[in-house]
């Protein structure tokens, strides 16, 4: 069965210091992975789509690889406003759902 | 820029009442997925339609509950009977195609059984 973890479940940053969020995935045929950025009482916001080993997606302070097993959400200099639970998904060729991780809280402390 | 929209935000309905939590995807988009989060729980994937089809329920409850998208309107994800188990917030995804694409979501309706 496709599967999804995520490591830390919570990470507590003062602002400016980098760190990296682990997804680590067992999927039939990876179609896909997607970050997402869930804020309390609201739907998770699409960040990225990474389709193959060795890719990379940047997007302001964040940065997305993908390997054969795990992806990193990598923060450089994380500000306040990045304090969300980031959500990691994959999709694989026998099925059409989004597996889902249970997230990793972030707290970027000013 | 509408994204996908959800209604209603918040719903109470009592034990042993209806629940009809609606969903449009975004513009362009013909493929709806619905996901339930309970507290300190990650999405859990419920059913997948496409318009006036349903293609994947593996993920629903067998008694209860139903999900349509008509050709015309929203979709709907509709309890029956609701009970307090059923308490949590229910997501809506679009996408425009099933394969390789990224699936956008609404801002849910959080349901409370009292």
């Known amino acids: 069965e496709d599967q999804v973890t995520q490591s830390p479940e919570a990470l507590r940053l003062q602002e400016g210091e980098s760190s990296s969020l682990n997804c680590s995935y067992t999927v039939s045929g990876l179609r896909g992975l997607f970050w997402y950025r869930q804020d309390p009482g609201k739907g998770p916001e699409f960040l990225f789509t990474l389709y193959s080993a060795g890719e990379e997606k940047e997007k302001e302070r964040l940065k997305a690889t993908l390997t054969k097993k795990e992806s990193f959400l990598h923060i450089t200099a994380p500000k306040p406003e990045d304090s969300a639970t980031y959500l990691c998904a994959v999709q694989g060729d026998t099925g059409n759902q989004f597996y889902f991780g249970t997230g990793t809280s972030l707290t970027v402390i000013p | 820029n509408a994204g996908v929209m959800q209604n209603p935000r918040h719903l109470v309905r009592r034990r042993g009442q209806e629940a009809r939590l609606r969903c449009s995807p975004m513009?362009?988009?013909?493929?709806v997925y619905w996901y339930r989060q309970l507290p300190e729980e990650g999405l859990k994937f419920m059913v997948y339609l496409q318009k006036e089809n349903i293609i994947d329920e593996s993920g629903m409850p067998k008694e209860r509950f139903s999900a349509e998208f008509p050709k015309e309107g929203p979709s709907i994800l509709r309890i029956q009977q609701v009970v307090r188990g059923d308490s949590a917030a229910y997501f809506c995804?679009?996408?425009?195609?099933?394969?390789?694409?990224?699936?956008?979501f609404g801002q849910g309706t959080r349901l409370t059984v009292v």
């Open positions: 995804a679009s996408s425009w195609t099933v394969k390789n694409t990224e699936a956008f």
């Open positions: 513009k362009g988009h013909s493929h």
